[in-house]
């Protein structure tokens, strides 16, 4: 009696042991994972920290453009931005990748409206030229000449490099340029452009 009445009084003691280090290996886990998690989001925003380093470096070392080369290479990029946004609408498979081109296709012509309206209240006023650059026309090339997935991943990637692009004329002309409604254009495009730039790295990560 004495024997079994032992041996039936470990069971609950075993079970509780059982459950404390069933606990301790959760919380453990638990631990494990917000640390990782912790880690991976220093990691990346060191990385953010390094790319806006870079960025503002690179700008720094931009030479400021005239109003004329300002209102001719942001006349390029609308004028760019809008023809790969209407390939997208026939090539692309992806429905973000859809919805991202529609959302060019229309910031990009209110833009082109704008900027023809600072160029032309400025004084001297300007006539911004919009015929692609060769590279961009390479670019448009290669589009055309691709559908479904390859195309999405290649107008992504493009879309990125462009709005980078964008982002640094638009940010030294804001911070450098002539007093005037070009560079009032450019103060008000830049948090639009940032905002393009964020949504095209997120399909970019998606795409790749």
Same mark, same amino acid.
């Given at each position: ?5 032992k ?11 059982l ?6 290996n ?6 494990n ?6 880690a991976g ?8 920290? @390094? ?8 700008? @720094? ?5 005239t109003?004329?080369?300002f ?10 931005e809008?023809? /790969? @946004? ?7 498979? &992806? ?5 991202? @081109?529609?959302m060019?296709? /229309?910031a ?11 160029a032309? &209240? &400025?004084?001297?006023?300007v ?5 692609l650059t ?8 290669e ?7 390859a ?11 462009a ?11 804001? /911070? ?12 008000e495009?830049?948090p639009?452009i940032?905002?393009?730039l ?8 998606t795409?790749?």
């Amino acid at each position: 009696m004495t024997h079994r009445w032992k041996t039936g009084a470990s069971l609950p003691l075993l079970g509780l042991a059982l459950f404390t280090l069933a606990n301790c290996n959760g919380r453990e886990n638990e631990e494990n994972n917000s640390t990782v998690s912790s880690a991976g989001n220093a990691m990346e925003n060191m990385a953010t920290a @390094a790319g806006n380093a870079i960025e503002n470096t690179g700008q @720094a070392m931009m030479t400021t453009p005239t109003a004329q080369e300002f209102a001719d290479q942001a006349a390029k990029s609308d004028a760019f931005e809008i023809a /790969a @946004a209407k390939l997208a609408a026939t090539n692309a498979t &992806s429905a973000q990748v859809k919805d991202f @081109a529609r959302m060019m296709l /229309a910031a990009h012509t209110e833009s082109t409206t704008k900027l023809k309206a600072a160029a032309s &209240s &400025s004084s001297p006023a300007v006539s911004p030229s919009a015929e692609l650059t060769g590279d961009q026309q390479d670019d448009l090339t290669e589009l055309r000449g691709m559908k479904g997935a390859a195309f999405d991943e290649e107008y992504i990637d493009g879309q990125v490099d462009a709005h980078e692009d964008a982002l640094a004329l638009m940010r030294k002309y804001a /911070a450098d340029g002539a007093e005037g409604p070009l560079k009032s254009a450019a103060r008000e495009m830049v948090p639009i452009i940032e905002q393009h730039l964020t949504r095209a790295r997120e399909l970019d990560k998606t795409s790749g």
